[in-house]
């Protein structure tokens, strides 16, 4: 079986103000990079409000709807803007880590890549931020738990920023284990080890600024892969961004192309150890287009090397 590349052109409709890093090229450069490689196609669906009450309120999600401007942008923080496009693409962007995880779980695909935006591992049960509006990835996480039945799924989030938003979705369930890596100090400014979750079911890895890739494959083998051996997760959903990259504009750590490889291939490996091989991975951040392309294309390579 292949791996999926789950993906939407209304994904490109969510525009964002000149100058603002998350930007519609983003996603452009990314699926130009994934052009000719031998993936599974899939077009990612609308999430359900059903879908998205998993994880939110339903006052979260009709103040996102009301927010939605007929043209021009709504700005909601000083970060997070919505324009005309924005609401669809972000039930697209749901839609499609929901659709990554059926495809999975289905055995339809070995593994897959929602190739989505906006990014969602910021956003908070009531309050959208930092670019995101729905958690894609704990809303996946939830689907595989009340939809499928998984018992156990693991979220490993090597963003650069601090996964709040999927910490903050997933705080009180025993049955999502949240591993978060992050810089600190950097925006938005959680993610310290003592938030571990009501059920000592987060992990939280702050990284120095400057952090290298010697240094994170030392964090991630002597504190990521023996807690997630520990607690046998039976699909592992990865929050991916490339914002660790050393060319990122927007945060200093010094990840390289490689290092992302790297990890990709060792999360890989761990799914193939625990749970068949059963991973999904859904777009976060990630703002140098070069380097976003790179590291992304490298990412789905591995992904491809591990599909069986
Ligand atoms: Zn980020």
């Known amino acids: 079986m292949k791996t999926a590349l789950i993906t939407h052109a209304e994904c490109l409709e969510h525009v964002t103000p000149e100058g603002h890093p998350e930007r519609v090229a983003r996603l452009e450069h ?20 059903e879908d998205l009450l998993r994880a939110h309120p339903a006052s979260h999600i009709a103040d996102i709807r009301a927010r939605s401007p007929a043209k021009g942008f709504h ?22 880590a929901l659709k990554a995880v059926d495809m999975v779980l289905t055995g339809e695909a070995s ?17 959208a931020m930092g670019f995101c509006l729905f958690g894609n990835a704990a809303l996946a996480a939830k689907h595989a738990l009340d939809v499928h039945g998984l018992e156990r799924v693991a979220i490993v989030d090597f963003d650069v920023h601090h996964g709040n938003g999927t910490q903050d979705l997933l705080w009180d369930d025993a049955r999502a284990l949240v591993i978060t890596s992050q810089q600190m100090p950097l925006w938005p400014g959680s993610g310290n080890p003592s938030e571990t979750g009501a059920h000592g079911n987060v992990l939280n890895l702050p990284l120095a600024p400057g952090t290298d890739g010697q240094h994170m494959r030392a964090v991630y083998e002597t504190k990521v892969f023996p807690r997630l051996r520990s607690f046998r997760p039976e699909l592992i959903i990865v929050s991916a961004g490339f914002d ?22 060792e999360l890989c490996k761990l799914a193939a150890e625990l749970c068949e091989g059963r991973l999904v991975s859904t777009l976060e951040g990630g703002y ?16 491809m090397k591990a599909a069986t």
């Not at 593994?111 to 309050?127: D, I, M, S």
């Not at 976003?292 to 992904?303: C, G, K, N, P």
């Open 75 to 96: 700005q909601i923080d000083a970060d997070t803007w919505m324009s005309s496009g924005s609401v669809q693409a972000s039930l697209r962007a749901a839609g499609g």
């Open 30 to 49: 990314i699926l130009h990079a994934l052009e000719g490689l031998n993936l599974s196609r899939e077009t990612a669906p609308l999430a359900s409000d």
């Open 111 to 127: 593994n897959a890549f929602a190739a989505v935006r906006p990014p969602g591992h910021h956003a908070e049960r009531h309050t």
């Open 288 to 303: 140098d287009l070069q380097a976003l392309a790179d590291s992304t294309r490298a990412h789905v390579e591995e992904l």
């Open 244 to 265: 660790a990259h050393r060319n990122d504009p927007l945060a200093g750590l010094n990840w390289d192309t490689e290092d992302f490889a790297w990890l990709t291939a």
